[in-house]
């Protein structure tokens, strides 16, 4: 199989998706993403849909396949769900280049089911920051970012509340 046949599959959105394709999507470099995004720019966002968690599916049965960058281009999709999906299925990422997106998400995404998921991810370096694995300046940043939409009355309930469940291995006073 290749990753050719792969996106051939994904771009015949009359027929099923295949999962066992899906599998040369782990891995993939910076060109093969280039590759995967322009696929998927001309396909309907229902079979973006379904590709994502097909690939979310795949990673929690079979740990040795990483869609990490396939999830990470995911989060500039034109579709909320897709981006919802992409966001949730970066919550082991350790990657603290992923912290401005997810920040950027948390902050300008249209969509309060996005923000609420960015959260989430964020939490997994809260994590790491009350473990002292963090930059501090990463860990401020992460901590400013989700005190202040924490108290931002105007954000959605379940978006301040993932805000709150993130920020809680801190401890802090705020």
């Known amino acids: ?4 046949r792969c996106l051939q599959d994904i771009s015949e959105v009359e027929k099923p998706l295949r999962h066992v394709y899906l599998i040369e999507l782990s891995s993939l470099t910076s060109q093969e993403i280039e590759k995967f995004l322009g696929t998927c720019s001309d396909i309907p966002s229902e079979r973006r849909r379904e590709v994502v968690a097909a690939l ?12 990490g960058a396939v999830f990470r281009a995911c989060l500039k999709d034109p579709d909320d769900e897709v981006r919802e ?34 959260a989430t991810a964020l939490g997994m370096f809260v994590e790491l920051a009350a473990d002292g694995k963090l930059l501090s300046k990463d860990r401020e940043m992460v901590k400013e970012y ?5 108290k931002d009355s105007e954000e959605p309930l379940d978006v ?4 709150l ?10």
Do not use: C, Q, Y
């Open 165 to 174: 469940e993130a920020l809680a291995p801190l401890n802090t006073s705020e």
């Open 160 to 163: 301040r509340r993932r805000s």
């Open 56 to 67: 979310v599916e795949l990673a929690e049965n079979t740990a040795e396949l990483d869609f």
């Open 85 to 118: 999906k992409a966001v949730s299925s970066l919550w082991e990422e350790e990657d603290r280049g992923l912290i401005p997106e997810l920040l950027e998400l948390l902050r300008d995404d249209p969509s309060h089911r996005v923000r609420s998921a960015a």
């Open 146 to 150: 989700l005190i202040h939409v924490l």
């Open 1 to 4: 199989m290749s990753l050719d």
